[in-house]
């Protein structure tokens, strides 16, 4: 692949960085959307909060690479809602995709009326376009992560799990206490698969204290 020279400095270091990724080239060998695809099979390697979830919900979904792997690991009669302003493309026949915000009402009722029922486990790996300012990054994210929360809170069957990305830089630490005291269990994880300069990390909420209150009735 070569550089455009009339590419900015910024394209060019993340397509060299993108050139010498090995998730990258393991992702297009093994046919996954994204290389973010390896970040959720690591988390559920090590929590196994996919198998027994009837109802999944996944916020931010494109390109696709998570709803992928939701879809692989989860049982045959799974519901899988993938939602997000983009287009994505067919995925699986588990999965139905909304396109839209996924905070509009209405299309919550869609997504409702589709599962039939509260989530078992909701999962969020949306990011926000980064300006390079990492205290701003840092709080653009921590908006979007208190949003997919709030979905959750309506949306998560009680005993329900939600896994969400964030950035760190200081106010995921008052968010992780609100996590901790409304779910059983709660940590943060780091895939081997996110970069090693990357200041994301994932949040895995188990076990919703209380139950959602959409109803499609």
Not at 86 to 100: A, C, H, M, N, T
Not at 157 to 172: L, P
């Amino acid at each position: 692949m070569k550089m455009n020279k009339k590419m900015s400095e910024s394209s060019r270091r993340w397509l060299t960085r993108q050139q010498k990724d090995p998730y990258v080239k393991k992702a297009a060998d093994e046919g996954y959307r994204s290389r973010a695809a390896y970040k959720l099979i690591e988390i559920d390697d090590k929590f196994h909060l996919i198998k027994s979830a009837k109802c999944i919900v996944d916020i931010g979904a494109a390109p696709g690479g998570w709803s992928q792997v939701l879809a692989q690991r989860s049982s045959a009669e799974t519901k899988i809602a993938a939602i997000d302003l983009l287009k994505i493309s067919p995925i699986d026949e588990k999965v139905r995709i909304f396109r839209g915000d996924f905070e509009d009402e209405q299309l919550q009722q869609q997504i409702i009326a589709y599962l039939d029922s509260l989530a078992d486990l909701i999962v969020s790996d949306m990011a926000p376009a980064t300006i390079g300012h990492r205290q701003s990054d840092h709080l653009r994210i921590m908006g979007l992560v208190e949003s997919a929360y709030y979905f959750a809170q309506h949306f998560l069957k009680k005993g329900g799990c939600f896994i969400s990305k964030i950035f760190q830089g200081g106010e995921e630490k008052v968010f992780f206490d609100l996590i901790k005291s409304q779910f059983e269990t709660a940590r943060f994880f780091k895939p081997k698969s996110s970069r090693t300069e990357s200041v994301e990390i994932y949040v895995i909420a188990i076990g919703y204290k209380k139950q959602g209150d959409i109803s499609n009735a």
